[in-house]
């Protein structure tokens, strides 16, 4: 497994636990070093112990020497990060396509090259290419596995998928690869065989389908402020009818994290290069921005149209809970904003401190929300950890300089906010108090 970032690590971690024997291996020598001491360099719930037991039953090791791990390997997966690139926001495939080069230099026997990470059409075949052109003589094929778990419930998404996409070419990998997932298959996993490009293009799909389901709602929601109505049950009536799904209707600050924001831009990326423009999805990448702006007007207006002098106090940072990633979050949009603006900004987060720290220049960092809530102008929820899903808010209220919340995941709802003392109060797509 080469990468041991969010998807290599648990895909590693997962593989071994099937019972495979597993090398993951990374370029970055503090990770190998951490995971070597037994220890987790990302946060994901569980991991640590399904690591530590497969590292105990000999089945799972660390290494920084690619070259040694792949020599000998049935399979190959290569899990880099394929991050938006600066300027033309295609995804940067220089990770991948220097992992491909490593491979080709160090694989001996056969071997399955399979690549994980979400790359655009047409990777795999350069990948293939680069292997071919760097060790001509070398028997492998090349697969397209692309990965669908999600941050904060890695595990067992890994672990029971709604469905394995292979991407294959020949009978000799496809066998390698139903050998791999074969665990799987136990409990009827519905395991999609496809054609290179196929799957390549299923993963950009999916995401690009699911943030436009998040987009939609969240327009639909600024609409619900306008003409006074609830979008959470708006979303519930609409949620209920099976051909829409209840799912990735939550109205909030826009969607953030490591993959749909720069996977929406590379798609529509990939669209106008082929002369074939995605314009829903140009579109949902404008309007999530717009969205994220929407939230800062949200809390301008909170705060009597300056955050000049405010005192804020923001309740999570990291794009969703569970997870410590702070990969484009609407907090690195929302919180610099604020700060920009004059405020004096408390932040929490369980797990978004280590990361957050050099992305939130300016802002005071507090673990306990009743103090910090102290003297406040206004209440933020920005991100829904369960902590913050149960506050004692008459507390929170009376300790506050002005008793104000901006409540942008909908966690609590107006009436609440009223009764314990809040005197304004701002949802999504709600009616507001004050
Ligand atoms: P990440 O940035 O967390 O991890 C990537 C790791 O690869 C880093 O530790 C880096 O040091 C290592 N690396 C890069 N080049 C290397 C090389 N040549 N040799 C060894 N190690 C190398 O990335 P991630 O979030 O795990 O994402 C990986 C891929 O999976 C991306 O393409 C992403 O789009 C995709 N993906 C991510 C998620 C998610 O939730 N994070 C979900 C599905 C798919």
Redesign the pocket.
Known sequence: M???????LVSGVCFSDFGHNVIC????PD?IAMLEAGRVPIYEPGLDAVMARNVTAGRLSFSGD?AQAVDGADAVFI????PSRRGDHHADLS?VM??AQ?IAAAATGYIVVVT???VPVSTNRKVQAAIAEANPNLEFDVVSNP?????GSAINDFMMPDRVVVGVETERARKVMAEIYRPLYLRDFPIVTTDLESAEMIKYAANAFLATKITFINEIAALCEKVGADVKQVAKGIGMDGRIGNKFLHAGPGYGG??FPKDTRALARIGQEHASPLQIVEAVVKVNEEVKRRMIDKLLDLCDGSFNGKTVLVLGVTFKPNTDDMRDAPALTIIPAMVGGGAKVRVIDPQGRQEGEALLPGVEWVSDVYTAAEGADLLVTLTQWNEFRALELSRIASSMAVPRMADLRNIYSAEAAAEAGFVAYDGIGRPRIA
């Open positions: 080469i990468g041991t970032g969010y998807v290599g291996v990374d370029k970055n990770k690619l899990a880099v990060g394929t990770y220097a992992a490593e994980k990470s979400t990965e669908f778990l999600r941050e490591s993959c």
